[in-house]
């Protein structure tokens, strides 16, 4: 370990582990210091995302959906599949080798890019020095010209349900159940709790979810999100909105809920998970006569660039304002390593992708419908089922559509937002056409590959000015 550095990172999840190694790329001096320790108590960068996060669910949502499948689709296609049977255990230790390859693949990295690793827990403390306490309960102080907080962020906790080892848990529990509970009541019904209600369901637990706000996913475009609460309902998902729990207490039968939705209701599961959210894990981060500025909800305050108050500190990822998202953390530490390095860089945050990786999956970028109204902003919307397209009735998955929103002057895309299969995937086009300022025109003359999903992209730009081929409606251009 060395004394001083250029650049110091806290934290290496995917925010701070892409810092650290851009610094390195650009010929700064670099420690990334983290404290996640693995099951079997080794070192893990990768912070949360990785390690009980983004990595995990997906493996886990993956097995599910072809489990489900093998007992509920594959005879429509002639496969009969015999005796299907069900390994939790098993499947949970393959999520584990998969999140241990991507851990040690990170370690790989800092290697081959010549960043110091270094495993404790670090702290700011005046003048961009950084204490580092040692698993081994040592403490070492090191100092840096610049220092990079990306602590990432930890689940929220209600007073009102206490969690309880392997029966009331946060998301990070219910990523490690090995047998399926018969049944399961999930407080949240956001990105979190739809991929873990998902994933059990499918597995054959009875899944309860209770979100206390009256709109169902109300940061995604109305009617997308409407129709998906109407298909995650006939999948088998419980979803009760404007539920507000109140407690819960162990009965004879499990345990019990209570809630209020307008009256007072209880239901009973087997096991609770708890996913109201994240916070940032900024608790002291910083010693408190280093005088870091925190919102008061515990953000780092940040301005555009993601500088700090303190001269030569940023923060970036699910630490500081912005949503809290694997890519924008890492957008923003390749922005904040190129910009100490003295170039110029920065993050479009208008053309940032959200997904919800369920089945079918929804992804959007840019504004919504009511954030247009809102806003008072002119535009016309294009929309194309994917009931119309070749690929997806081939693939027994016509669930969904694609919405394509432009100004209504200027036809420059102004948000995509999709409900359907591979919609993560599909996205990436969007995004693609926003950050080159493309309008709705330059995507409707755009030739798509036939027969593939991305057609209803295309078709859904056509649809703007009514000149969708597969829709059926009349052509008035």
Known sequence: MNNSYDVIVIGAGPAGYVAAIRCAQLGLATACVDDWLDNDGKPAPGGTCLNAGCIPSKSLLESSELYARLQHEAATRGIHAQEVSLDVAEMIAGKDRIVAELTGGIAALFKSHGVE??????????????????????????????????????????????????????????????????????????????????????????????????????????????????????????????ARVKGTRETADGIEIAYQDGGDHAISVDRLVVAVGRRPCTEGLAAAEAELLLDERGF??????????????????????????????????????????????????????????????????????????????????????????????????????????????????????????GASELIGQAVLAMEFGASSEDIARTVFAHPTLSEALHEAALAIDNRAIHLGKPRRN
């Open 117 to 242: 690793w270094l495993s404790g827990r670090g702290q700011l403390l005046p003048g961009r020095e950084v204490r580092i306490s040692l698993h081994s309960g040592e403490q070492q102080t090191v100092g840096a010209k610049h220092v990079i907080l990306a602590v990432g962020s930890t689940p929220v906790e209600l007073d009102v349900v206490p969690l309880r080892e392997d029966v009331i848990v946060d998301s990070t529990g219910a990523l490690a159940w090995t047998s399926v509970p018969q049944r399961l009541g999930i407080i949240g019904a956001g990105v979190i709790g739809l991929e873990l209600g998902s994933v059990w369901q499918r597995l054959g637990a009875s899944v309860t979810l209770l979100e206390a706000q009256e709109t169902f996913l109300a940061m995604a475009d109305r009617q997308l999100a409407d129709a998906a609460l109407k298909l995650y309902r006939q999948q088998g998902l419980d979803i009760r909105l404007d």
């Open 300 to 421: 780092v305050h940040v301005d555009e660039f993601c500088e700090t108050s303190l001269p030569g500190v940023h923060a970036i990822g699910d630490a500081v304002r912005g949503p809290m998202l694997a890519h924008k953390g890492s957008e923003e530490g390749i922005m904040v390593a190129e910009r100490i390095a003295g170039q110029h860089s920065e993050v479009n945050y208008g053309a940032i992708a959200s997904v919800i990786y369920t089945n079918p999956e929804i992804a959007w970028v840019g504004k919504t419908e009511d954030a247009l109204k809102q806003a008072g902003i002119d535009y016309r919307s294009g929309v194309f089922p994917f009931a119309a397209s070749g690929r997806a009735r081939a693939m027994q998955a016509t669930d969904g559509m694609v919405k394509v929103l432009s100004d209504a002057a200027s036809d420059r895309v102004l948000g995509v937002h999709i409900l359907g299969a």
